[in-house]
């Protein structure tokens, strides 16, 4: 308690309903871990139906994981760690008040997002051309098992979804670049600087569980 | 006590009901108990302790182990005896004797269909005999339906992509209604049928004189009484009445729109085309809904149904 | 979890702060405008804003009932057709559950009462606060333009595959709800984190009122249920749009799959609308009793022991959907373990009464409605947990009077009574305690009239969902029928007190219940930054026997400018707390 009667200058980031930053620095923290386990729980139950689905049919998933391409699929994955590297440099940066360095950081972890999504891209184009789409456009005819369309639809689902919350990563590193150039960050303030990182940590976790299950079945 | 029993539930007319009423009275009897007491003590609490004057002073009571464990437990154990009587009665019900007599079942939108071991089809109408056990085998063409006796207390989903089943022994000759309990569209409360339980004898002579065609009766009649056996009723009226399909009042001959805008004349190949591909053709403004009738109605049937079509001007 | 408090323990110098009467300055006058309203980001104004959007959905379901309730006067058709029946009752459905009940205390009561009870400005997120009340309401204009597109007739349920083969407008409206799923899930993550972080100086967990925890466990339901229903619903948008194939099984998928993640979700929900009502009746029986809560930590950990155990159950809404047998027994089991917390809540209200000093005042008169109905609820869910009996039971008009039990007569009854509780703390004016009494009564009248024949009717064997139903049922959907009149007719009364107490109310005290919780120790309606000052919380919340001025302690801002103006009463006191 002797925060609240000690303060007296107010930082220009700090909220009127919270006592000090480190209040307001530990709640948006919290709040992002909490909205994290919500993102589990949505990719959750894909995983649910990826999983019932591979209990029912053990072999589809053996034959279809074939048509994916491993090798990319292992680039992308060095890609997004490589990514989860840099942003955290950009924590570090913002950390030691380098606005540089941080900059710099988040330039290189949009390239590689880019990248992934350039990767993904060539993927999809590929899969589209020999007819495997999602669901009731599944034209193609080098599959034996009659459910193949279902794992590609998994498989859509899922790397689309991800995809999804790629480029909303880019988005929201994009429009962190913009404040910081405007000196919004510092030592002192770079919360979401820090929750960004938390969030495109999650992004990256969900894809290393996504290769393995998708692309590395033997 | 037995009034009471006859008002809350349907009469009991299989094998298992019993055990099923048994528990719905025991829980029910308890609760009343329970409910009693709580509402006793919710309206004797706020009398006696009614605020007298704004200074009154409370004890502080915070809480009381021996009480708290007290009604902690004994709801326990009261819903371990429900829960281990629900399960014995609930695994009767899923077991069916090795020496049921097995139906085929097949629910569509919005009829059900019996299919017997000699290969006759009724629509509508579950015929099966007294004292004997009685194993359904039920799938659905469409979409999920559920196949409910309340007289026997039995109900099981009816699903598009798999088999389940139900059972039942029927303890007395009569008739007990069947309705469909999932949702499933426009006509799903009409989607009733009826349980007529025979004795043996009488089941085996409806079984084998089923097929057999009542060369007494004019065709129309015959196919008045297989329009209104078939479900046909559900979804076509012959009052000229708009229900979920074209009214029969009027059809024959009569010029037509389809969907398309083909215009057709229903004449006796039109009418046999929507009888067993009835998706083929659909009249302008009514939905692709009905099932086919493909091996549930004979082609002898269907010249009978026709027959009483023509009669309806 | 380093919160202020949790430090050390620390000497503060404390005053007595009296709230002040009748406020020339409070938060509704504080902004003036539709614009202010529009973008407000203070949790009083977001809550009554969602207090209006609920109160305008419940209008619109209970509309829907009432046609629904008189289409049912015969066992024909009488005046609307099978087709807008079905779209009638899964718009009844879906929205009194999606629009009105999830939101209606945690986001409405919620919103406005969990930052005053902590003693705190605002939740921890202000703008992510309102852009969850923009959310909702951009989910219900995609469900409102689903509904003028074709509309939907799957039931509230969207079962596949039904509603992957309907005419209806079915990909709009679930993606209606998908949107609005967001809003819930926003607000959940909002409350937890103001749980944890913004407790006013020595407020600790065991001080916390029971209403804070009960929104505690129904924020962490939100969280971790809602992110599936919104998987769910998106993979049932792309069965619609794309026949990805994964629930229909035309093109080779489970329908019963859909019902597992469907339920998963759905069953969670439904304490998701009652858990919050649990929290509501505690503080209100403790303020009309003016005694101690009995067994408040029974009370707060049944909250969160239900939270859990609901998430294990939702297998019993498939007891007859060819689960297996082993599925069956397991989800049954786990069903009646929720029973004992609920059961022990009961109890424990009815210890908190004993040797009280009882005030019948209308929250208490809806508190006892709710103690009755919901314990109705909660037996007739005994009998539909029982395996064998609810084969008989399930689907049937038994189920729909179990759940209206619960949902109208719990969760309703609880809103009602927080309502009336809170109601001169949000607008600074009393209504008419007769006029409160007697639709209080009413209500009771035609709920009681309008369901319980439907259990012995559900018993008897009347499905749900039926627009026409043998002649046999056809007395006691005539009495549900009139209950469901009568209950509106109750209705119509409070609204019409409600409105005349806006209007013309008498001006409330700051405290007209005499109750110790926090949110009563400010002016009436709340200053804009809820308290004067910052309040220093030394007892807890139902300390009756503690006199008053021992509620009232705070220490003065020194941030943010404001002034804590009228010092009545000065009382220096030295607090002393620990972690």
């Not at chain 3, 804070?212 to 962490?220: D, G, N, P």
Request: with cysteine.
């Amino acid at each position: 308690m002797s925060e609240t009667s000690a303060e007296t200058k107010h930082p220009a980031h700090l909220h009127h309903h919270f006592v000090d930053s480190d209040q307001q620095f530990e709640s948006s923290k919290m709040g992002m871990w909490i909205f994290l386990v919500t993102e589990i729980l949505f990719f959750g139950g894909l995983f649910a139906a990826y999983i019932v689905y591979r209990a029912w049919y053990p072999e589809l998933y053996l034959e279809a994981s074939q048509e994916l391409d491993a090798f990319w699929g292992a680039i992308n994955t060095f890609v997004l760690i490589g990514s989860s590297l840099t942003v955290a440099m950009a924590i570090r940066s913002a950390q030691l008040n380098q606005i540089r360095g941080l900059i710099i950081n988040l330039w290189i972890t949009i390239g590689l997002a880019c990248t992934f999504m350039v990767i993904k891209y060539f993927e999809y184009a590929e899969k589209l051309e020999k007819g495997i789409a999602p669901g009731i456009y599944y034209t193609y005819d080098g599959l034996e098992h009659e459910k193949a369309n279902i794992f590609f639809s998994i498989y859509y689902m899922m790397t689309g979804l991800h995809g999804l919350h790629v480029i909303i990563g880019i988005g929201l590193m994009l429009w962190l670049v913009w404040k910081a150039k405007r000196g919004a960050y510092h030592s002192e303030y770079y919360t979401p600087v820090e929750i960004t990182g938390l969030y495109w940590h999650l992004v990256d976790v969900i894809w290393i569980f996504l290769f393995p299950l998708l692309y590395l079945i033997d | 006590m037995n009034r009471l029993t006859e008002f809350m539930l349907p009469p009991a007319k299989s094998t298992t009901a019993g055990e099923v009423d048994a528990l719905f009275h025991f829980i029910n009897v308890t609760s009343i108990i329970l409910l009693a007491g709580i509402t006793f003590t919710i309206i004797y609490f706020a009398w006696k302790y009614r605020r007298r004057s704004e200074d009154d002073v409370t004890p502080v009571i915070t809480h009381n182990s021996k009480l708290e464990i007290t009604w902690s437990v004994i709801p326990l154990i009261l819903v371990m005896i429900v829960f281990g009587w629900g399960l014995s009665g609930y695994m009767n019900l899923t077991t069916a004797p090795d020496d049921a007599y097995e139906v085929r079942v097949v629910a569509k939108s919005w009829l059900w269909e019996f299919h017997y071991q000699n290969g006759h089809v009724s629509v509508n109408e579950l015929h099966v005999p007294v004292d004997r056990p009685v194993k359904l085998v039920m799938s659905s063409d469409d979409v999920i339906h559920s196949f409910f006796v309340p007289d026997y207390r039995i109900k099981r989903d009816v699903l598009p992509n798999r088999y389940t089943s139900v059972w039942f022994e029927a303890i007395e000759t009569g008739e007990s209604i069947i309705h469909c309990t999932e949702y499933c569209g426009r006509a799903h409360s009409d989607m009733n049928a009826t349980v007529f339980v025979h004795t043996q004898e009488d089941f085996e002579t409806w079984l084998e004189s089923a097929d057999a065609i009542d060369e007494d009766m004019p065709p129309a009649e015959r196919g008045e009484a297989l329009v209104t056996r078939s479900g046909c009723m559900a979804c076509h009226s012959t009052d000229g009445s708009r229900m979920v399909g074209p009214t029969f009042q009027g059809l024959w001959m009569a010029e037509r729109t389809m969907e398309d805008g083909e215009v057709v004349t229903a004449d006796e190949n039109y009418i046999r085309e929507s009888i067993l591909e009835p998706n083929a053709r659909i009249n302008e403004g009514y939905d692709p809904v009905m099932p086919s009738y493909q091996g549930t109605l004979s082609d002898r049937q269907i010249d009978d149904i026709i027959e009483y079509i023509k009669t309806l001007d | 979890m380093s919160t202020p408090e949790a430090s050390t323990t620390k000497k503060v110098q404390v005053r007595r702060y009296k709230p002040e009467e009748n406020p020339k300055e409070h938060y509704l006058n504080a902004e003036k405008g539709v614009w202010a309203w529009m973008t407000t980001i203070d949790h009083k104004k977001i809550g009554l804003l969602y207090l209006g959007s609920i109160t305008f959905f419940f209008f619109v379901g209970g509309m829907l009932a009432l046609l629904l309730r008189t289409e049912l006067l015969t066992p024909a058709q009488s005046f609307i057709d099978a087709d807008v029946y079905n779209q009638v009752f899964t718009l009844h459905g879906a929205i009194m559950i999606f629009f009105f009940l999830v939101p209606s205390v945690p986001a409405a009561l919620g919103n406005f009462i969990l930052p005053l009870q902590l003693g705190a400005k605002d939740v921890a997120f202000p703008r992510l606060n309102l852009a969850s009340f923009y959310i909702y309401t951009i989910g219900t204009i995609f469900t409102l333009i689903a509904i003028f597109t074709g509309g939907i007739d799957t039931g509230w349920t969207f079962y596949t595959p039904y509603s992957t083969q309907t005419g209806t407008n079915v990909l709009l409206m679930t993606f209606g709800i998908f949107i609005l799923g967001f809003s819930s899930i926003l607000t959940g993550v909002n409350f937890i984190v103001t749980i944890h972080k913004l407790r006013a100086p020595g407020l600790t967990w065991n001080k916390l009122p029971l209403n804070v925890w009960a929104l505690y466990a129904t924020s962490i339901i939100q969280v971790l249920a809602t992110p599936v229903l919104a998987i769910t619903l998106l993979l049932l948008v792309m069965e619609r749009a794309l026949g990805i194939g994964v629930f229909d099984p035309s093109i080779g998928g489970d329908p019963v799959l859909f019902q597992h993640f469907f339920w998963f979700y759905s069953h969670p929900a439904v304490y998701i609308m009652i858990v919050p009502g649990f929290g509501v009746i505690s503080e209100v029986i403790s303020t009309f009793s003016r005694k101690v809560i009995f067994g408040y930590w029974a009370i707060a950990l049944s909250s969160l022991a239900i939270a859990f155990i609901g998430f294990l159950v939702w297998g019993h809404h498939m007891f007859v959907a060819g689960q297996s047998s082993l599925a069956s027994m397991v989800f049954s089991f786990l069903t009646f373990l929720v029973g004992i917390p609920t059961g022990i809540k009961i109890f424990n209200w009815l210890a908190t009464m004993y040797k009280g000093s009882i005030d019948m005042k209308a929250p208490m008169l809806y508190a006892m409605v709710f103690l009755f109905l919901f314990t109705i609820g909660g037996f007739t869910g005994i009998m539909l947990g029982s395996l064998a009996v609810d084969i008989h039971l399930h689907d049937t008009y038994y189920v729909v009077a179990h759940f209206h039990y619960v949902m109208m007569g719990g969760m309703v009854m609880a809103l009602l009574a927080g309502l009336h509780y809170w109601w001169p703390k949000m607008f600074g004016k009393m209504y008419s305690e007769f006029f409160a009494r007697i639709s209080c009564v009413i209500i009771f009248i035609g709920f009681n009239l309008a369901f319980l024949p439907q259990f012995v009717m559900g018993s008897q064997g009347m499905p749900r969902r039926y627009f026409n139903y043998i002649d046999q049922y056809q007395a006691f959907h005539q009495l549900s029928t009139i209950g469901a009149y009568i209950m509106a007719v109750g209705f119509v009364i409070m609204a019409g007190y409600m409105i005349h107490s806006l209007l013309r109310g008498k001006p409330a005290s700051a405290n007209p219940w005499g109750s110790r919780a926090m949110e009563w120790q400010t002016s009436s309606p709340a200053p804009h930054h809820n308290f004067e000052h910052i309040p220093v919380i030394i007892n807890g919340p139902y300390d009756y026997h503690k006199p008053m001025s021992e509620f009232q302690l705070g220490i003065a801002h020194s941030t943010n400018g404001h002034q804590s103006f009228e010092k009545v009463d000065v009382n220096v006191k030295s607090a002393e707390e620990k972690a």
